[in-house]
């Protein structure tokens, strides 16, 4: 049979984004300016209306991120107006009228001890050009007396209500007490009512496919977690002590309440996607396991909600589909991009238009449409503008053997036309979390100092993600342990193999990687020539201490610190003296996770000592770097510190 969803390029020309303006015959990596790889992304999360008549996708303009939306049949695209104060995270087609605009912002309210990150939901209506927010506070009648309201710290939307296309369900915690309630509202009036009251130390909701709030899970205040389950016949029963909870996550429900998706231990220690039965409490089917990897997340169906494919990440992201028709285009599209990352976004609802990304380590990525009714494909649109993949430096996984004679994955960046006889200097860029993981897809920061001459490598020490449960857990409670044991031998791995100048190293890293990049200067003096900590955190005991105000903060303080050792003696604040190489330290003044003057403090006391310090205060960019400025005053800064101290 011939494949329905077989692909013919023919045509590379972009929609409604041109090609990069870099004339590649008279230009070097070198020649890109920092703001290239600063910019935001000039096509960024698209989205199909459901219809497939028009595409919505953020921008950058005057470096605040924007909402277009583009007709598809022709016509000019169009921006949805910036709310004040806040940047979008996210947008979601409620229909086809309405788009849902996820905001995020920086406060400081006096409900909460110092600045905390919010969000807040808008809906836009495309015809009258009026938006309505969805959680704003308002005082509440209740028997005799009124409650009044707070607007919500988070804003989430917990259902569209396929069936009801007027409303959707939404989380809010009005009394800032740790227990969200559950409300359905009017997309049209902001007008909400309550379907489920709040529960103490229940934060998370999910419903099922008819809509009802059947899981709630959590932490209690004094320190706990807490899980509940609505069974069939609409009685509350608790999970904790439940066998097939202790052992799988819920990630969603079938269109039958009594079987779910799951998430769990695969037979190989590897996290896989299954579906269980709630009568039984067994797996009774497994959908993915892979033997090294783990599952990363489930893909959804716009349409139906329902779980249709699992994402994974070996060198790249990776989708692997259950569903017929995306399972088609996928194998089309890996014949069409051999070796890159194709993922088959999402489809319309109606008009069977099914979007498309592929990416390689060169190429943050390409948006296609593939219109399955006419058969014709088309290039949409870049990702970012400004970057040509044939200037990029090639990344790969690469295994590095530790110590205990185990190995860890780890990304090696090369400058363009590196001459592999000769070491070159190099940058050791740890990743934050520390339970995140790094992969050899594009990165702005990777990308921008192997176009200056250096090589970066990005190691997935123990406590990173996507390796199965005993590499994750081989972290906890190893901060200045086994976590940095393996950043040194990755270090020590490169000069032993003739790929890095021993004598031009500098460690560096944003959050958890600037704890290791402190820790890397502190333990390993004659390793590192300099190092480099971006939202940082320098003090281990006072950012303990200011996590046991929130929720959960108890429990994630636990898995931090170092076995048989007191905070202090893996605080690199507490252990400043013993720094011996140049330190640059870069904080956001807006940084609601670590406060800037962790990192200030920090500056200070190098100072005091009489220690080769450098501080950068950000205006703004958060704890994740999220606007431009921010992005380029960092490497501006870096590249200048590089240069000094591992530059030719």
Not at 76 to 101: D, G, H, R
Request: charged share 20%; glycine share 10%; proline share 5%.
């Amino acid at each position: 049979m011939q494949n329905k969803f077989l692909i013919v390029l023919v045509s590379v020309t972009f929609l409604f984004i041109g090609e990069s303006q870099i004339t590649l015959a008279s230009q070097t990596p070198a020649d890109i300016p920092a703001n290239s790889f600063a910019a935001l992304a000039d096509f960024e999360n698209p989205k199909l209306s459901p219809s497939g008549g028009s595409v919505g996708y953020i921008t950058t303009e005057k470096g605040r991120s924007l909402l277009m939306v583009q007709p598809l049949g022709g016509g000019s695209a169009y921006a949805i107006p910036p709310q004040p104060k806040s940047e979008i995270l996210n947008f979601y087609w409620a229909n086809e009228n309405t788009v849902l605009l996820e905001l995020v912002l920086t406060l400081n309210r006096r409900e909460f001890i110092g600045k905390t990150t919010e969000t807040r939901i808008f809906a836009y209506d495309l015809n009258t050009k009026k938006a309505t927010w969805l959680g704003k506070p308002k005082n509440q009648g209740i028997g005799s007396s009124t409650v009044k309201e707070s607007a919500s710290q988070h804003e989430v939307v917990l259902n569209f209500l396929p069936d009801q296309p007027k409303h959707i369900l939404m989380r809010f915690d009005f009394q800032l007490d740790g227990s969200p309630a559950i409300y359905k509202v009017s997309l049209s009036t902001g007008k909400r009512r309550v379907v489920k009251t709040g529960n103490d130390g229940i934060q998370n909701w999910m419903a099922d496919q008819q809509g009802t709030v059947r899981l709630g899970t959590g932490y209690k205040r004094r320190g706990g977690y807490r899980a509940i389950f609505q069974d069939e016949n609409g009685k509350w029963k608790n999970l904790e002590n439940i066998d097939w909870y202790k052992k799988y996550r819920v990630v969603g429900f079938t269109v039958d309440p009594s079987i779910v998706f799951v998430e769990g231990a695969s037979q190989y220690g590897t996290d896989g996607l299954f579906k269980l039965s709630l009568n039984t409490g067994t797996i009774i089917e497994t959908l993915f396991v892979h033997e090294t990897l783990d599952f990363d997340h489930a893909i959804t169906d716009r349409e139906t909600g329902l779980v249709i494919g699992a994402m994974y990440n070996d060198d790249l992201e990776r989708a692997v589909y259950f569903d017929a028709d995306y399972k088609a285009l996928q194998a089309s599209l890996d014949g069409a991009f051999p070796g890159a990352s194709n993922i088959v976004v999402e489809r319309s609802s109606t008009a069977r238009r099914f979007l498309i990304k592929t990416s390689t380590p060169q190429n943050p990525g390409s948006y296609y449409l593939f219109d399955q009714a006419t058969g014709k494909f088309r290039a949409l649109a870049n990702k970012m503008e400004a970057i040509s993949p044939q200037l990029m430096a090639p990344s790969k996984m690469v295994s590095i053997p530790v110590r205990d004679g185990t190995s860890i994955p780890a990304v090696l960046t090369l400058p363009q036309n590196t001459d592999t006889s000769k070491s070159i200097p190099f940058v050791v860029l740890v990743h934050g979390g520390p339970s995140g993981q790094d992969i050899a897809n594009w990165d702005y920061e990777a990308q921008f100092y192997a176009s200056r001459g250096y090589g970066v490598l990005q190691p997935n020490f123990r406590g990173s993600t996507g390796y199965g449960r005993k590499f994750r857990r081989a972290g906890v409670r190893q901060w200045g342990g086994l976590m940095q044991d393996d950043v040194t031998d990755a270090t020590n791995w490169l000069i032993s193999e003739n790929i890095a100048d021993g004598s031009r190293i500098c460690i560096a890293g944003s959050s958890y990687g600037g704890y290791a990049a402190m820790m890397g200067a502190i333990l390993e003096p004659d390793l590192y020539q300099c190092a480099i900590s971006v939202n940082g955190a320098p003090d281990l005991p006072r950012l303990k201490e200011a996590d046991l105000s929130t929720l959960g903060g108890s429990s994630w303080g636990k898995s931090r610190g170092l076995n048989g050792k007191k905070d202090k003696e893996v605080s690199p604040y507490h252990r400043a003296k013993e720094i011996t190489v140049p330190m640059l330290l870069i904080a956001a003044k807006d940084d609601a996770r670590i406060p800037y003057q962790h990192t200030k403090d920090m500056h200070k006391r190098l100072k005091k000592l009489g220690k080769d310090s450098r501080y950068v205060q950000l205006k703004n960019g958060t704890h994740y770097m999220v606007t431009a400025e921010a992005r380029l005053k960092v490497l501006r800064e870096t590249e200048k510190f590089l240069a000094k101290h591992i530059g030719d």
